[in-house]
C-alpha cells in the first residue's frame, strides 16, 4: 500500500505538470494569435488610409512603393473575381485565384475576414486579415507566426527542466507525505496491545475506535481460554490417570505426567511427535488402529511390576470422520494384584475346606456303613471328626475375622495400654506354653495407643500363639512393649525353629505355611500372620521380621501413637 501510494502521488504531480505546461503552451499561443490579428487589423486600417489619400489610380502605385522590411508581412489586393491585383511577396499576374480563400470570401459579403493557415513545410503559421477595400476590391494582409508545435519545442527544454525540478520535489514531498499518512497506522501496528495510547488525524479515529473495542474484546476472550487452559492443565496435570490426545497421524497433541508415569516413558517434549516416542508396546498400537478405526478399544498391558488399563477412543469432526484419539491409561495394578489374591484365596480356601470336608465325610461313611462296630473305633472315629470340624470352624472364623478387617469400615478406637494387653494375652496362653515346656513372658514399658483393642487383643495372641507353637521344649518366647519417637513398638520374638530365609518374603500370605506337616500337627490355618499383618496396616503401622532357622524369630510391630 504504501507505494502504491509513494507511485501514485509521483504520477499525478507528473501528470499535472505535464497538463499545466500543456494548458499554459495553449493559452500562450492563443495570445500570440490575438495579438498578431490585432496587430494586422491595425495595419489594415493604415493601409486603407494611406491608399485613400493617395486616390484610386495611385493606390497600388502606392502599395509597391512601400518597403515591406518584415518578411513575415505581406499585402495581397484581390478584385470581386479573385484575381490578384497586386502581391507584396510575389508577382501578381502569376499567382492563382483567391476566390476560394475564406478570408476573401467573408470579406467580399461584407465581414471582415480571418483565417490562420499553418505551413507544414516552413512550420509556420500564416494569420490573414482581409476587408474590402471598395466595392471592386479586397485588401488582405497577412503575417507569419511560429506554430503551436513550434511555440511546443522552443520551451521543450524549459518544460524539460521545470518537468525534472517537480518530479524531484513530487518524489521528495510524496514520500514524506507517505510516511506522514501513514506513520499513525505504522505505530498502530507497533502496537496493537496498545492502541488507547496512539494518536492519529482524524479520517483514522474510528479506525482506532474499532481496533480498541476488537481488542478488548479479544483480552476477554484470551482471558477466559487462557483460564479455561488453566484449569484443564491443573486438572490433567495432577491426575493420577494418564491422559494423550493424538491426531489422525498418531501424532502426540497432548500429555500429562501420569501418561508417563505409567508407560514408563522419560520426562520430556513430546508434542508433535508420534505416539511411538512415548511407548512402542504392540497393546498401545493395537489400541490406537482400533480407535482410528473408529471402535472403542481397551487393554490390560503389563508394565514391568505394574499393570496399566488402556481405553481408547476415537474423534469425531464435524465432517463426521475420525480425526483424533483420547487415550485414558488407568493404574490397575491394585486390582490385578487384589483379583489374583482373590483367586488365589478362593482355591486355598477351596483346598482348606476340602481336606477336612474329605476327612469327615470318609469317618462318617465308614461308621454309616458298618464297616467297624467296635465301641472304641467308633469312638475313634468321632474324635476325628470332632477334631476335623473344629479345623473347619477355626478356618471359618479366621477367614471372617481377616473379612472383618479388610472391609474398610471405621476401626472402634479407644485407649489401649499395650503392655498390660501383651501380659494379659501371655497370662491366657500360659496352659499352651506349659504343654509346649516353653518359657512365656511380658516386659517392657507403657505404652498407650488409639486403637481397636479387640484386633490388637488377636495381634498379641497370635504372634504369641505362633511362638509357643513353633519352639521347641524348654525355649522362650518375649512380647516386649516401648515407646520411640511417635511410635510404639510391640516386639515378640523366641528361639524356635526359625524361618528359612526364601520363606520370609511370603510369610505374610494368606495360607502360607513353610512347613505343611508342622501345620497340620499344630492345627494352624495359615491365616494368623496374615491377619496380624491386616491388623497392623489398618491402624497405620508397619510389621517386620527377622528370622533366622534353630535361632529363633523376632516379629516388630510399629504402631503410631495418635490414630492416622
Not at 50 to 60: D, I, R, V, W
Request: overall charge negative; aromatic content about 6%; hydrophobic content about 40%.
Amino acid at each position: 500500500m504504501k507505494k502504491r501510494m509513494y507511485w501514485s502521488l509521483c504520477l499525478a504531480s507528473v501528470l499535472a505538470v505535464a497538463v499545466t505546461a500543456a494548458l499554459t503552451l495553449w493559452s500562450v499561443y492563443g495570445v500570440l494569435l490575438r495579438q498578431a490579428q490585432d496587430d494586422l487589423a491595425q495595419e489594415h486600417k493604415l493601409l486603407v488610409q494611406s491608399m485613400t489619400y493617395a486616390g484610386p489610380e495611385k493606390a497600388l502605385d502606392y502599395l509597391n512603393s512601400l518597403d515591406v522590411a518584415r518578411d513575415s508581412f505581406r499585402i495581397t489586393v484581390v478584385d470581386r473575381q479573385g484575381t490578384v491585383l497586386f502581391d507584396s511577396d510575389n508577382n501578381a499576374g502569376e499567382m492563382e485565384n483567391h476566390l476560394s480563400r475564406p478570408e476573401i470570401q467573408a470579406a467580399l459579403a461584407g465581414q471582415t475576414g480571418l483565417d490562420v493557415r499553418q505551413s507544414a513545410t516552413m512550420d509556420q503559421d500564416t494569420v490573414y486579415y482581409a476587408a474590402q477595400l471598395d466595392s471592386d476590391t479586397v485588401l488582405r494582409v497577412s503575417l507569419q507566426t511560429r506554430s503551436v508545435e513550434a511555440v511546443f519545442l522552443s520551451v521543450v527544454p524549459l518544460m524539460l527542466a521545470v518537468l525534472v525540478v517537480m518530479v524531484v520535489m513530487s518524489v521528495w514531498l510524496s514520500s514524506r507525505l507517505t510516511r506522514r499518512l501513514l506513520q499513525p497506522i505504522q505505530r498502530l501496528s507497533e502496537n496493537l496491545d496498545a492502541p488507547d495510547s496512539l494518536e492519529g488525524y482524524q479520517e483514522l479515529e474510528p479506525f482506532f475506535a474499532r481496533i480498541r473495542e476488537q481488542n478488548h474484546l479479544i483480552r476477554e476472550q484470551m482471558d477466559h481460554l487462557r483460564a479455561e487452559r488453566d484449569t484443564i492443565s491443573t486438572i490433567t496435570s495432577n491426575m493420577r490417570e494418564g491422559l494423550l490426545l493424538l491426531n489422525q497421524d498418531r501424532q502426540v497433541l497432548s500429555y500429562n505426567r501420569g501418561a508417563l508415569e505409567l508407560l514408563q516413558a522419560p520426562q520430556g517434549e513430546y508434542e508433535g511427535k508420534s505416539v511411538l516416542t512415548i511407548s512402542r508396546v504392540p497393546e498401545l498400537g493395537s489400541c490406537v488402529e482400533q480407535a482410528l478405526a473408529g471402535r472403542n478399544a481397551d487393554l490390560v498391558v503389563p508394565q514391568g511390576d505394574r499393570y496399566c488399563h488402556i481405553f481408547a477412543n476415537p474423534v469425531t469432526g464435524n465432517g463426521g470422520g475420525v480425526c483424533g484419539v483420547i487415550l485414558l491409561l488407568l493404574d490397575v495394578t491394585e486390582q490385578q494384584r487384589a483379583e489374583r489374591i482373590r483367586r488365589e484365596f478362593t482355591a486355598n480356601v477351596s483346598h482348606e475346606l476340602k481336606t477336612p470336608l474329605t476327612s469327615i465325610s470318609g469317618f462318617a461313611e465308614l461308621m454309616e456303613s458298618g464297616m467297624t462296630n467296635r465301641p472304641e473305633e467308633v469312638r475313634h472315629f468321632a474324635g476325628r471328626i470332632r477334631q476335623e470340624a473344629g479345623r473347619l470352624i477355626t478356618l471359618t472364623d479366621d477367614i471372617i475375622r481377616l473379612s472383618r478387617i479388610e472391609d474398610g469400615t471405621a476401626l472402634d478406637r479407644e485407649p489401649v495400654e499395650l503392655l498390660r494387653l501383651g501380659q494379659e494375652t501371655a497370662e491366657s496362653l500360659q496352659f499352651l506354653a506349659e504343654q509346649k515346656q516353653v518359657s512365656l513372658s511380658a516386659a517392657g514399658q507403657p505404652v498407650t495407643v488409639q486403637a481397636d483393642r479387640r484386633m490388637l487383643e488377636e495381634l498379641c495372641y497370635n504372634l504369641l500363639e505362633n511362638a509357643v507353637k513353633y519352639n521347641h521344649p524348654g525355649g522362650w518366647a518375649r512380647l516386649e512393649v516401648r515407646p520411640e519417637g511417635d511410635s510404639a513398638v510391640l516386639t515378640v520374638s523366641d528361639n524356635g525353629i526359625g524361618i528359612p530365609q526364601e520363606h520370609q518374603q511370603r510369610i505374610f500370605e494368606r495360607f502360607y505355611r513353610v512347613d505343611k506337616s508342622r501345620s497340620k500337627q499344630t492345627g494352624g490355618t495359615g491365616l494368623g500372620l496374615s491377619i496380624v499383618k491386616h491388623i497392623v496396616e489398618r491402624h497405620g503401622g508397619v510389621i517386620s521380621l527377622q528370622s533366622e532357622p534353630e535361632k529363633g524369630t523376632t516379629i516388630t510391630v510399629r504402631l503410631p501413637l495418635q490414630p492416622v
